[in-house]
């Protein structure tokens, strides 16, 4: 079964200056998506941004950026120029991109992020 | 397109008592998903639709609880003779699954979720 290990419980940033959140996962899996959810503390889940594993190329979405290292199953998050309205708690996700499987989304047990002024 | 909204926010009720909640997804999304949140956790999930169907289900739900999806659309999730553990986030998600051209269409979005107390 595939499992995905957040090992930052909380995380605090100066605003503007950039942080990066930690995420490991394991499968025997070759094809799948990993993917960050923000959650702000009204508690709506929002797309961060995704990530696709045939891709070799980090994905960045603005001020959000990926380090995806399949080899060492490693996906982390990196938060340029933060800002406060980047305080939440951010969860990795890992989705089998298998035919006929359920897709579920797997998460982590998230990185709660606070952003200093 | 207007989100995934999920009603009723939040519901307190006693223990014993049946509690019943909506997701209405995205506009023609043809994946709905249930997903349970406790706090300082991940969300688990419940069960899953392809359309009208019920195709999977999470050996978190118990035989008290019961998911329906009507024609497609809106989907109701219901708790039987709750108990205090069944307090939690309870979010939808939905996505626009296998359809040609749409290169993303294995993204879920999220509702707001429902809030369940149980007392």
């Known amino acids: 079964a595939q499992t995905v290990t957040q090992s930052q419980p909380e995380m605090s940033v100066q605003e503007a200056e950039t942080v990066t959140l930690s995420c490991t996962y394991d499968?025997?899996?070759?094809?799948?998506?990993l993917f960050w959810y923000k959650q702000p503390p009204s508690r709506q889940m929002i797309l961060v941004i995704r990530?696709?594993?045939?891709?070799?190329q980090n994905a960045t979405e603005n001020r959000f950026s990926v380090n995806f290292q399949k080899a060492a199953k490693s996906f982390s998050l990196k938060i340029s120029d933060s800002q406060l309205g980047d305080a939440a708690m951010y969860f990795c996700?890992?989705?089998?991109?298998?035919?006929?499987?359920?897709?579920?989304?797997?998460f982590g047990t998230g990185t709660l992020l606070a952003v200093q002024p | 397109d207007t989100g995934v909204s999920q009603n009723p926010r939040h519901k307190i009720t006693k223990r014993g008592q049946n509690v019943t909640f909506r997701c209405d997804p995205i506009?023609?999304?043809?994946?709905l998903y249930w997903y349970r949140q406790t706090l300082g956790q991940g969300p688990e999930f419940l069960t899953y639709?392809?359309?009208?169907?019920?195709?999977?289900k999470s050996r978190l739900l118990s035989d008290r609880f019961s998911a329906e999806r009507p024609k497609g659309s809106f989907s109701t999730l219901e708790i039987q003779r709750t108990e205090q553990g069944d307090s939690a986030m309870y979010l939808c998600?939905?996505?626009?699954?296998?359809?040609?051209?749409?290169?993303?269409?294995?993204?879920?979005?999220f509702g707001p979720g429902t809030r369940l107390t149980v007392l």
């Open positions: 499968t025997s899996e070759s094809d799948y998506y």
């Open positions: 639709f392809q359309n009208e169907a019920q195709l999977e």
């Open positions: 506009s023609e999304h043809n994946r």
């Open positions: 998600a939905s996505s626009l699954e296998y359809v040609a051209g749409d290169t993303y269409g294995y993204t879920q979005y």
């Open positions: 990530q696709e594993a045939y891709k070799q």
């Open positions: 996700a890992y989705r089998s991109a298998k035919g006929g499987a359920t897709n579920k989304l797997i």
